[in-house]
């Protein structure tokens, strides 16, 4: 039997239930239909969705229309419960959106369009209550076709002139087959609605049954069954538990089946299922093995996620929407709340809307929400299952940060025998975007495993920003630039570094506070407009008149939460009852009055010890902290974004002939010895200050430049450094490192040729098992590969230790703790931007040269004789012929 996934969702009140009622009630699923109004609703199977009359928690049923069995999931409409709606997408292969014909296209059904939309799940439209009066069927449609999409077309009547028309101008081949033939084939349909181009639209009314046999049939003929593969596969969307506390994982099989005692893995835990059960409603059947495209409740996993994906499947990204709302959760007294605190974790398990946090520093338990209804639903929960009767403060606002320029945030951690120093790219994102995160760090810089670990570090902790202490958002953090130690380096040090990093980071940004806004419909009378929007204008919010008709007006816009969240009262008031209002998160944006937040949280980053912004560093055998706004005078790598900057400035030309710079001063002797030698002394020690070099042994002397002897010139190159520095280089490497290697090796070889000394490029391989020292010869450079367990570092500071007194040796690198090795070796230096000038500017002068060469008249033996030697001449050619 065919097998279809189908959710179903809408606006609070829009008859959502009800028409799940019909659906099944047709379909022969169910006896006689429920209704909400009287507490007997198939799918509304908990007490308080009955008490209360809405739907809170998603439920399954299953019922069959022909050779086509449907999973029907029936989702919350109430925006405070829209992430419980919003997990179930992950597993849907249609969608019915039902709007009520009353009340139109309402703010919270643009919403689930836009996630509909995000998640590309083909829907059909349901136009539900066209019972009551005032409703008009081509009004409504030329809503949906400008509200959501022009796609939408009414499939009530179809096989007409104008409904072909209508699917014509939504596809080109459509069209094409319309124009030939005066009809659109049924596949063509059908791949036009998988593919989001077209909308199927239906109208009548759930309550008495009318257009509820159409949209059943139109589902069957116009839906595609999917294929799924024989691999094994699953997305999980829930985690519930039924009356005996059993654990549910809900999931969905996209591939391949799944049997009882069968061992599930996501490369992290390791479990065994116990029992597959298929809900329909309240009731379940066991089963010992399910195919592909079924939804089931699987016990005996403990460690599942919602959104983790097994076997073929990839988890899913985090949900769009999120909780805006923060209470204290008040405790009975003789309660403890570390005690409380596991109990309540098995609830934010099964609620996606509901995040709990623990705060150590003022030992009480926070619930982040989405909305006010969601905390009677809550006490209700905790009472009913752990007999406890919990109370919630006034709440407050779930405010998050970001940046706005782009910085290098540097952490590094080396306490003694440890060591990792981590460089982080801050980038601003895409309003909405999150948190992102990649590696653009070359693997000779930091191995493939350490880079790996980083980005698992830095995605499994919730990172704080530093002017509120809230989370960050709307940032792209990338991992550029590194250093391990062979010996000392553990995984928690890059923890430690990486962490620190982001810290550094935010602290050197301009950072901005951001809040939630609602996106907002307001219904009143026509005489209350004016109020309204001096009201809104009031609470820093943006509206505009949607519609009118007659007596009753209609404002859309935003405002933030915080002076939205309790104005539904006020307008119920000054309206007498006949203003609605309603809202849906729209985002998070600029606060509007982010000064007086930041005060009155006084939040002080440099106090947050668990969250650290400086680093540690470690001198002759003991660390010490290093505060975040100097960190970047102690670190070990050199500054990805400054090198970016080097290579991509100006620079000055750099003379041919290599001499040595001018002499180091005294004083910077000085300096260097009392910030190493002297740097553990403290200042207790002071009075053992020693001599100066200039007071101890040396006479004032002018500083000079000194031309070396004249000696044979050494250009020792460190290739994958130089290869990871060149931009045109760098390009090449994902694709092509051999290529990348040629193009330097070219580059280097016609180098020598203009300037006529020996260089000598070095490649690592000390990864290669067993591999001896290897020097080739390159035209007229040198090639060299390093052997096991050398390093082209090593190489090059042993071949400059030991012969810097018998050549002149320049070294080019942009390592900065080699280039401080080969500084102390005695030999020059260039960094890798200036070899790249040095190269350019050589280039130039010989063509140059060439140019003029060229250009410059020739002198020819007959252009020097007189004229009368010139006649001779003549005549002495003209006997010969």
Known sequence: MQKLVLGILAHVDAGKTTLSE??????????RLGRVDKKDAYL?????????????????????????????????????FSAEMERTLQVLDYAILVISGADGVQGHTKTLWRLLDMYQIPVFLFVNKMDQSGTDKDKLMKELKKQLDDGSIEFGQVETDDFYDQLAMREEIMMETFLETGDIETSQIKRAVTERRVFPCFFGSALKLEGVE???????????????????????????????????????????????????????????????RIYSGQKFEAVNEIGAGSVCAVT?????????????????????LEPVLSYQIILPEGCDPRVMLPK??????????????????????????????????????IQSRFGVEVAFDAGRIVYKETIVNVVEGVGHFEPLRHYAEVHLLLTPGEPGSGLQFEAECSEDVLGKSWQRLILSHLEEKAHKGVLTGSGITDLKITLVSGRAHNKHTEGGDFREAAYRAVRQGLKEAKSILLEPFYAFQLELPVKMVGRAMTDIEKMQGTCELSQTNGEMAVLVGSAPVITLRNYQKEVVAYSKGLGRLFCSLKGYAPCHNGSEVIESIGYDPERDTENPTGSVFCAHGAGFLVDWDAVKDYMHVESYLQKKDDLSGETAQIQASYTEEKWISLDEIDQIINSTFYANQGKKSAWKRRKTALESYYEP????????????EYLLVDGYNIIHAWPELKELVDDNMDGARMKLLDTLSNYQGIRKCQIIIVFDAYRVQGHLEEVIDYHTIHMVYTREAQTADQYIEKFAHDHQ?????????????????????????????????????????????????????????????????????????????
């Not at 019909?22 to 006896?31: A, D, E, P, Q």
């Not at 609620?351 to 905390?375: F, N, S």
């Open 22 to 31: 019909g659906l099944l009630y047709l379909s022969g699923k169910i006896g």
């Open 44 to 80: 509304d199977t908990y007490e308080l969705e009955r008490a209360r009359g809405i739907t809170i928690f998603s439920k399954q049923a299953l019922f069959e229309i022909g050779e086509t069995q449907i999973t029907l999931l029936d989702t919350p409409g109430h925006v405070d």
């Open 214 to 276: 159409p949209l059943m049939q139109g589902i069957v003929k116009y839906a595609l069954i999917p294929a799924y593969p024989a691999e094994f596969g699953a997305k999980l969307f829930k985690i519930a538990r039924d009356e005996q506390g059993n654990r549910l994982t809900y999931m969905k099989l996209t591939g391949g089946k799944l049997k009882v005692k069968d061992v599930l893995t996501n490369s992290i835990w390791e479990e065994k299922v116990n029992q597959i």
């Open 300 to 320: 005996g996993l403990s460690q599942t996620r919602p959104g983790d994906g097994l076997g073929l499947e990839q988890a899913s990204d985090p949900p769009v």
């Open 344 to 381: 309540l974790r098995q609830i934010e398990e099964e609620e996606p809307e509901l995040h709990i946090a623990w705060d150590e520093q003022l030992q009480e338990i926070q619930a982040q929400i989405m909305g006010e209804v969601q905390i009677e639903i809550l006490q209700s929960l």
């Open 701 to 712: 002397v002018p500083s000079v430049n000194r031309q070396k002897e004249t000696q044979e």
């Open 805 to 881: 007194k018998n050549y002149n040796i320049t070294v080019a690198t942009s390592d900065g703790l080699q280039q401080l090795i080969i500084r102390g070796a005695g030999c020059a230096l260039l960094s890798a931007r200036e070899l790249k000038v040095e190269i350019e500017g050589a280039n130039e002068r010989i063509n140059h040269e060439y140019q003029e060469i060229q250009g410059r008249d020739r002198n020819y033996l007959i252009d020097a004789l007189s004229p009368e030697a010139k006649q001779q001449l003549e005549e002495l050619i003209k006997k010969r012929k």
